[in-house]
């Protein structure tokens, strides 16, 4: 829903360190209420957040895959690097280990365009994210009189 949903992107934002210019997403109904791709229309409270927030909300088209590449990968990635073992104690247990598989396939991995190492370039690409806003806007489903 689309409390969950404003929920992950913050905590996205704070584990990038920023907020990138432009969030590509996909046509889900949390972010497009109505159309698809660039002809869509971006739910009221996506686009409050994404303009509180500063980023720029870029819809793939439908059926494109190959137009949000960088989130396909991680998929692929997510399945291929998946938790060793069945059980974890906590969340943190499973996302240090996601983290640190992620990281070993990003040191030998070749980005395509700078040629360098996927987690040199994403080095890179960091410091051009902007800044965290002081404070995160929260999502809430409850408004009370």
């Known amino acids: 829903d689309q409390v969950h949903w404003l929920?992950?992107?913050n905590e996205s934002f704070r584990r990038l360190g920023g907020v990138p210019?432009?969030?590509?997403?996909?046509n889900e109904k949390t972010a497009v209420c109505r159309g698809a791709g660039a002809w869509g229309t971006v739910t009221p409270a996506y686009a409050a957040?994404?303009?509180?927030?500063?980023?720029?909300?870029d819809a793939?088209?439908?059926?494109?895959?190959?137009?949000?590449?960088?989130?396909?990968?991680k998929v692929r990635?997510?399945?291929?690097?998946?938790?060793?073992?069945?059980?974890?104690?906590?969340?943190?247990?499973?996302?240090?280990?996601?983290?640190a598989s992620l990281a070993t396939w990003a040191k030998k991995s070749r980005c395509p365009i700078t040629g360098r190492?996927?987690?040199?370039?994403w080095e890179e690409e960091r410091?051009?994210?902007?800044p965290l806003p002081p404070v995160m806007p929260e999502p809430f489903d409850t408004v009370v009189q």
Not at 49 to 57: C, G, I, K, Q, T
Not at 78 to 89: E, Q, S
Not at 117 to 121: F, H, I, L, N
């Open 77 to 99: 990635l997510a399945r291929r690097l998946g938790p060793k073992r069945g059980a974890y104690d906590a969340l943190e247990e499973l996302q240090a280990e996601s983290d």
């Open 117 to 121: 190492s996927v987690w040199d370039t």
């Open 60 to 73: 793939c088209g439908p059926r494109q895959p190959q137009a949000k590449g960088k989130t396909e990968i």
């Open 49 to 57: 957040y994404a303009r509180s927030m500063r980023f720029h909300v």
């Open 21 to 26: 210019a432009t969030n590509r997403v996909d």
């Open 127 to 130: 410091a051009h994210l902007q």
């Open 7 to 9: 929920r992950c992107h």
